[in-house]
């Protein structure tokens, strides 16, 4: 054990868990810190980070050691997300579209089929678009890390009946994480949407609070929703990524060579999560299809139509402003 002296402990800061003043906790590092997210602990997500925090603490030399709470085992994603802002954890994985409720502007890279594919997606979250949003979440309190883990392109899932066409949405009972776009965007396509923490999202579909729900292929996987639906619809109809948050005050307690460690290493196993999403995408949909579920290929082009026709992007350009619209729009083409 790193023993700290007094003038040590007043150099680094107030941060400083108070516990490892004098209380013979023989390993207690420095900076004990925590990082929760929602994700199973089998997804690329809980794996790559536990993996960088396993780094941090060797290249630190102990001095830092940030323990890893997945699966919601902290609360739901609006519980951390408070959690994460009054410094209860210092670190967070979360959805950019449900941090919109703070940074309204974070929801921006869910605009439905706004990317065509990964050669849009991360020029974009790594570039301009990605920096103006980091920009934004600054102003509330919190750091967001320069690379994004990768969530996924969101396809549809349901139990009663397959998704064909945009029609089929047409009162369709499904399941949005909470935030106004999810919202906003399945009461376009006619669909009847309830906002539920990914927490409650198994037992919702389980006992049919609402027949579907929409998610990336490994997370299908890794929280075992196939077993509680039966169809899925391939629509690509959005790109969700995680942003890696923490909170500005601990951040700042962290000594600049110790946030240096930090940050090499969450950012290089982003890069490296982002590939095993990547390779998921493909090996994913044979091994769904033999738990049961049915894959069903749709025309994404009719469900982007159907958007439109709805008035969806002109409503969404006019909120997120003509500033943000067209940085999304310098990334990824005009839009409406
Ligand atoms: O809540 C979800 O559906 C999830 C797991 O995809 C997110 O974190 C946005």
């Known amino acids: 054990m790193r023993h700290l002296s007094r003038r ?6 107030a941060a400083l868990p108070l516990f490892a003043i004098g209380t013979g906790k023989a390993n207690a590092a420095e900076f004990s810190y925590k990082y929760a997210n929602n994700s199973p602990v089998t997804h690329p997500l809980t794996i790559r980070t536990t993996e960088a925090m396993a780094r941090i603490k060797e290249k630190t030399g102990g001095r830092v050691d940030i323990g890893v709470f997945p699966n919601s085992q902290l609360g739901s994603d609006t519980d951390m997300l408070s959690q994460l802002r009054s410094g209860a954890i210092e670190f967070f994985t979360l959805s950019g579209l449900i941090l919109s409720t703070l940074v309204p502007v974070a929801s921006i890279n869910g605009i439905g089929f706004a990317f065509k594919d990964y050669g849009q997606v991360w020029p974009a979250m790594d570039g301009a678009l990605g920096a103006h949003v980091r920009a934004e979440i600054a102003k509330r309190g919190l750091y967001a890390f320069a690379k ?12 009663a009946k397959p998704i064909k ?20 965007m399945f009461k376009a396509f006619g669909a009847s949407p309830t906002s539920i923490n990914f927490s409650e999202t198994y037992s919702a579909l389980q006992t049919r609070i609402v027949d579907g729900q929409e998610n990336p292929l490994a997370i299908i996987e890794a929280a075992k929703l196939y077993e509680v639906q039966k169809y899925l619809a ?37 890069v490296v999560q982002r590939d095993d999403i990547f390779k998921l995408n493909t090996s994913l949909r044979g091994a769904l299809s033999a738990k049961g579920l049915e894959f069903v290929d ?3 082009q009719a469900f982007r139509a159907a958007l439109k026709k709805a008035g969806f992007y002109a409503e969404w350009k006019e909120k997120f402003g003509a500033e943000a619209w067209g940085v999304l729009e310098g990334a990824v083409g005009a839009l409406s």
Do not use: C
């Open 8 to 13: 040590t402990l007043l150099a680094t800061g």
């Open 148 to 159: 994004q883990y990768d969530n996924g392109y969101r396809q549809i899932t349901s139990a």
């Open 165 to 184: 066409t945009p029609e089929d949405l047409n009162g369709f009972k499904i399941r949005v994480p909470p935030s106004p776009l999810w919202t906003a």
């Open 234 to 270: 391939v629509t690509n109809h959005m790109w969700d990524g995680f942003w890696f948050l923490a909170n500005k005050k601990a951040w700042d307690a962290l000594p600049e060579n110790l946030r240096g460690i930090v940050e090499t290493e969450i950012n290089a196993s982003a």
């Open 298 to 300: 749709v025309d994404p």
